[in-house]
C-alpha cells in the first residue's frame, strides 16, 4: 500500500519511519536518503538518517591564526594532521588572530559581525556605542559636501555670480 485512500489512491504518502506509517497528503522528502516521511519525522534525527552529513560541511578552527579549515573533502584524515599540515603550509600566521578593534579613541572594544555600525557620513567602522556621528567624532568629506553645493548652484542658474554660502563650508561660487 503506497499511498492514498480508496477514493484518491495517487493523494498522499505513507511515512516511512518503522514506528509510524501515517497517512500523510503533504509528505516530506529527506534529501539525503529519498525516503518519505511525514511532518513528525521529516528532520534528520527524528528519523534516524544514515546518510544526514551527505551535503554538510565540517570545518576546524585554527587556535593559533584563527583560519578556518575546512575538513569535508578530506575522509577518514584526522584533524590534528588537517592541522598539522596546515601549521606547516605557511599560511598560519598568528598576527592574523588580531580581530578589528573599535577606532573611537580609549574604546577597546572588539568589532564583530554583530556589533559592528559602517557611519554612513565618514564611511567607518565603529562599535555600537560609537554609531552616532557624535559620538565617534565624524569628519565628513569636503569633496561631498562641495559636490552637493556645486550642484546647488547649477540648478539655481540666476544666483551666478554671487556666493552660496552653506553652514559649516567655505563659500563656493555659484558660476
Known amino acids: ?14 511515512c516511512q519511519n518503522l514506528d509510524c506509517h501515517q497517512l500523510d497528503f ?14 513528525e519525522h521529516r ?11 551527505v551535503n554538510s560541511r565540517k570545518v576546524v578552527v585554527c587556535e593559533i591564526c584563527s583560519a ?3 575538513t569535508t573533502g578530506h575522509d577518514g584524515e584526522d584533524e590534528k594532521n588537517i592541522l598539522e599540515r596546515h601549521g606547516k603550509s605557511g599560511d598560519c600566521d598568528p598576527k592574523k588572530k588580531k580581530k578589528p578593534a573599535c577606532p573611537v579613541r580609549r574604546c577597546k572594544e572588539v568589532l564583530t559581525f554583530s556589533n559592528t555600525a559602517t557611519c554612513k557620513i565618514c564611511q567607518i567602522k ?21 559636490k552637493f ?3 546647488l548652484a547649477a540648478r539655481n542658474g540666476k544666483n551666478c ?4 554660502v552653506a553652514p559649516t ?7
Do not use: Q, W
Request: aromatic residues 6%.
Open 1 to 14: 500500500m503506497d499511498g492514498g485512500s480508496e477514493a484518491f489512491p495517487d493523494l498522499g504518502r505513507h
Open 26 to 39: 503533504l509528505p516530506f522528502t529527506c534529501n539525503a536518503c529519498n525516503k518519505v516521511f511525514c511532518l
Open 43 to 53: 528532520s534528520y534525527k527524528s528519523h534516524a538518517c544514515p546518510k544526514s552529513d
Open 68 to 70: 578556518s579549515i575546512e
Open 126 to 146: 565603529v562599535c555600537l556605542k560609537h554609531r552616532f556621528p557624535a559620538d565617534h567624532a565624524c569628519k565628513p568629506s569636503l569633496l561631498d559636501k562641495n
Open 149 to 151: 553645493l556645486v550642484a
Open 161 to 164: 555670480g554671487k556666493k552660496v
Open 169 to 175: 563650508t567655505p563659500a563656493v561660487e555659484a558660476c
